[in-house]
């Protein structure tokens, strides 16, 4: 018997939260190159949440995430992305450039852009919310995610 699995594309760089497996944003362009973001999806249970970016301007900026246009009512909603080492703040570590350890992010304001986006239903996980607000693992095959 063969079983149709749901399968995300094929590629290396996710963040997967930590209160929940089901939640994930792959990412499939983490080049910088044309632009200072990583592109990517917000996936639950399988299923596509919403489109999702990731930059850092130049220098000494806050990273930060959006979502377009396209996935709210009229408007994109962004938030800064809070890099941690082992649960350590990763900016402000005397040796931020060569700090090892497991990586992992809060995304601020994702939980409540979730719940006042325009998918009403999405009020009703909870653990989707819940994972939206925690932390999230920053796989190994992410490049360099903060630029100092």
Known sequence: MTALLFSYPAIGCEWRSERSSDAVIRFHDTSMKASPEWKGTLFYK???VRSFSHGQYQGYATT?????REDMVGKSTTGSVLLFVDKEPLRGH???????GKKTVLIVGLGSSLW???K???RDDIDL??????FWRVSRDCPKIDRY
């Open 46 to 48: 399988g299923n596509k």
């Open 64 to 68: 930060w995430w959006s979502t377009p």
């Open 94 to 100: 005397k040796n931020a450039k060569s700090v090892k």
């Open 129 to 134: 919310l819940y994972a939206a607000e925690g």
């Open 116 to 118: 006042y986006g325009e």
């Open 120 to 122: 009403q239903y999405l």
